[in-house]
């Protein structure tokens, strides 16, 4: 399963791990932050704090695995890792990327 890893991203063992550290340590900073905001907000019926938790959960989840990333170094792989999401999911056009990529 590793290697599968490795080589649809392009990345060495060692840089493996470090990514695999970034998504477990974003993950669990998106759930806590994500918790605490949710408490701050004090909401009461079930089914509209589950709605509200996963649409800030989508939200915080990129900001935190980008801010892990620094000091895992791997930075450019999330940015990427991210930006292929976004285009996936529609939010972001990939006309949008070349015009980045240029400037």
Known sequence: MFEKL??????NGSQLVLILCTFAIGGSLTGFVGKKIMNVLSIQQDWLWAIIYILLITI???MAVILVSFPFGQFKFFINYIRKIGIKMGVIKRSEIGSQKSE
């Open 60 to 62: 915080i989840w990129p």
């Open 6 to 11: 490795q080589k649809k991203w392009k990345v």
